[in-house]
């Protein structure tokens, strides 16, 4: 080893000491004046340079209005443009369209007094703000933030609340209540009423009677006439004679699916999961189905805990996308490359990723295959092909008991309208020659029609036992639709759940049937291969998914009592519950031997379908289960369609297992501090069964079903009753 000189040593020093004196220079050389504090940037003058500052954004951009949207699944903040596209047509008043969780609300109090602040806010789960609103909430209701004045007051802002919700839940609508509330109590003045929309029968009727009277008022407010806007195109297409093919999009859901690079996978960009295994869960072939999906998540980054949600993009069926092609008139042209530009970026964004094909933006990007919206028929009756078609499409739109019978009963997609307004045969497998064409503009449509979004399935398995894997348990939508003088009674299939049974299908080489009786019925079919055909390797599909993270969690603990109560799909998660405590079960029997299970709170899960015999989900894994968790594990099964039935006939449902199991429901809940797990229905199902739970508490307290609620309400706030329901 080499020994440094003395004249090296003093090199040395001397460079450490001139390195410290710049560092600290500040310190050594500073006057003794105080430093001046740095600005929060929301609270600079006008924050510019401040990408969050939504002020000066609207002062920069010359708009009136800023609109926020608490938006789960986009539905808001569909809405949220529609508001924004209609204050332009109507007034020429221009917006600014905000995700609240990319902006500061400490100067809220600088909106000028001619303009206006409208809140579109969805409500989530247990009556709580979606992802991207929760800290637009707590800066609201919080009385100790402080807005730029120094205080929590918004005196005089002009203000508007438009709600959406569904009114099985509990908490109908509770955050734009409480944002309508929470405004109201820092002296801001609502514009109209309080619009609240109900997802459970129809959020657009709702929406549309709100924004009549709405509209009036907002004109009002801010002294603007109708009039003053115009009808002005939010996108331009253009047709693309020559484009490097390998850059076009045909269903890829982001630029890193279209380049094949590798990235975070999540909604924005979904993974395309293997099925590794797809089969029959109903054990007769009749008319119904239920799919059990498994999806490999090995090497894709995706990690998942039991009782999150899975995404899974599905595509719109072949029939829809031929049906509107033809109705548009580009069935011949469907390959045709096409470019999309926003006319106004700050209103309407491009939905999908371009450039893009017709053929693609229909089976891909646009949800045609929902029920067609009252006011887009409005729109599209000026392209109408003959006076007659008009005339049906302006009754429609201004008749709403007409378009409930017609459209709303009958399920009528935005094609088979347009078909049946020509006069064509809906039934018939469209093509050009039986099909009227429309001129619409393509940019009015992808205006006018929804994003395609996600489906959501509750996951049914657990990461311990599962490491590299995702199950799916999705019933198989399909149902008949209501007779209307124009259209008889027709079977409509759900887009996503049958997307899953097409798969199942065509991985096991199953040839689809509709099921006894139903032979004359039509299964849809789809592209299920995938974009360029990258979803079908070999023999093996993909699918397209992300997983959304969920708060319905088992307890850390096992000592605790678990009641979960999961009639039909709704076992789905608590299949992975039970697989969760499996595993943990095994090591803990592997490390303290038998016995090692005798504190551990009871498990027991009330299930209920039909009958054993047909509609029984994972019949034969509840006893492996059962075995392995040492008799922690309690099953309790209601069959409706078989018996025994109750002494007056009728049929026995999970609420009745949980009034007759009350005592131990009881114990479990008031002295074993247990937890309670609902999934399933809210229409019905849910609501009965926290019936039954406070009559059975108030009565174990002594008291009586208000007692029963009040302690039903305690649990849900400290989070020992949690639900996962869907209408």
């Known amino acids: 080893m080499a020994v440094a000189s003395s004249s090296d040593v003093a090199i040395l020093a001397l460079g450490v000491v001139l390195a410290a004196a710049y560092l600290f220079r500040d310190s050594i050389f500073s006057s003794s004046t105080s430093k001046a504090v740095p600005v929060a940037p929301s609270k600079l ?31 808001a903040e569909e809405y949220a443009i529609r508001i924004a596209k209609e204050a332009k047509t109507k007034f020429g008043l221009t917006s600014l369209v905000c995700d609240p969780e990319e902006y500061d ?4 109090d600088q909106v000028p007094e001619d303009s206006c602040v409208i809140f579109v806010m969805a409500t989530y789960g247990e009556g709580e703000p979606t992802d991207n609103a929760v800290q637009l909430m707590e800066n609201l209701t919080d009385s100790a933030f402080e807005f730029s004045n120094g205080q929590h007051r918004l005196e005089g802002l002009k203000y508007v609340v438009f709600g959406l919700g569904n009114r099985t839940y509990e908490h109908y609508n509770a955050i734009a209540r409480q944002v309508d509330a929470a405004l109201a109590k820092m002296g801001a003045v609502r514009i109209g009423e309080r619009g609240e929309g109900d997802d459970d029968k129809s959020m657009e009727e709702d929406y549309l009677e709100w924004k009549d009277t709405f509209w009036p008022a907002f004109a009002e407010a801010l002294g603007v006439e109708e009039g003053q806007g115009g009808d002005t195109p939010d996108f331009a297409v253009t047709e693309l004679e020559s484009h490097p093919s390998e850059k076009v999009y045909l269903g890829e859901l982001s630029a890193r699916a279209l380049t094949k690079t590798k990235g975070i996978h999540d909604a924005k960009n979904p993974y395309a999961s293997p ?8 054990q007769v072939g009749g008319d119904r189905n239920c799919v059990h999906v498994e999806l490999d998540i090995e090497g894709s980054g995706i990690t998942y805990q039991h009782g999150d949600h899975v995404g899974v993009w ?33 209103l309407a964004k491009v939905p999908f990723p371009v450039p893009s094909t017709y053929i693609s933006v229909l089976r891909h990007y646009i949800d045609i295959s929902a029920v067609a919206g009252r006011q887009i028929l409005g729109v599209l009756a000026k392209f109408a092909p003959s006076p007659e078609a008009g005339a049906f499409m302006r009754n429609l739109t201004s008749n709403k008991d007409e378009y409930a019978a017609v459209v709303t009963n009958g399920c009528l997609k935005l094609g088979e309208v347009l078909q049946l307004a020509a006069g064509n045969d809906i039934n018939a497998h469209p093509t050009p020659q039986n099909t009227t064409t429309w001129a619409i503009p393509f940019d009015i449509v992808i205006s006018s029609i929804p994003r395609l979004q996600p489906r959501y399935y509750s996951i049914s398995s657990s990461p311990k036992l599962n490491p590299t894997s995702v199950h799916v348990t999705a019933v198989v939508l399909k149902y008949e639709s209501i007779a209307n003088k124009l259209v008889a009674p027709r079977w409509v299939h759900g887009v996503g759940s049958n997307f899953l049974l097409n798969i199942k299908h065509a991985a096991n080489g199953e040839i689809a049937a509709a099921g006894e009786g139903l032979e004359h019925v039509s299964l849809p079919a789809y592209a299920i291969e995938g974009p360029r055909g990258a979803h079908k390797v070999e023999d093996v599909y993909k699918i397209p998914v992300h997983v959304r993270r969920s708060t319905f969690r088992l307890p850390t603990n096992p000592k605790s009592p678990v009641i979960m109560v999961g009639p039909g799909t709704g076992v789905a998660p608590f299949r992975g519950f039970i697989q969760e405590r499996v595993a943990l079960a095994r090591r803990t029997l592997e490390k303290n031997g038998d016995g090692a299970l005798a504190d551990w709170g009871q498990i027991s899960l009330f299930y209920g379908c039909r ?6 989900l994972y019949k034969d894994e509840w006893p492996q289960y059962t075995a392995e968790l040492h008799g922690k594990f309690t099953m309790h099964c209601a069959f409706s369609r078989e018996p025994p039935y109750k002494p007056d006939g009728n049929k026995i449902y999970v609420q009745d297992l949980i009034w007759d199991d009350r005592k131990n429901i009881a114990d479990a809940i008031l002295n074993g501090k247990g937890y309670v797990y609902i999934c399933g229905d809210a229409k019905a199902m849910s609501k009965a069964v926290e019936e039954v739970l406070a009559r059975i508490l108030g009565e174990a307290k002594g008291g009586s079903e208000a007692d029963g609620i009040a302690e039903i309400k305690l649990m849900k706030e400290r989070s020992r009753l949690m639900l996962d329901v869907w209408s």
């Not at 009958?611 to 029984?616: H, L």
């Open 45 to 75: 003058g006008n924050g510019h340079g401040n990408p969050r500052d939504f002020i000066a954004k609207m002062k920069e951009g010359k708009k009136r209005l800023i609109i926020f949207y608490g938006s789960q699944t986009g539905t």
């Open 105 to 108: 609300f400490e100067n809220l």
């Open 314 to 346: 599905p595509l719109n069926p072949d029939v829809e996308v031929d049906r509107l092609l033809c109705a548009l008139g580009l069935y011949s042209k469907k390959d045709t490359v096409i470019n999309v530009d926003s006319l106004d970026p700050a």
């Open 275 to 282: 099925v590794k295994v797809s089969r029959e869960l109903f």
């Open 611 to 616: 009958k054993s015999t047909e509609d029984f």
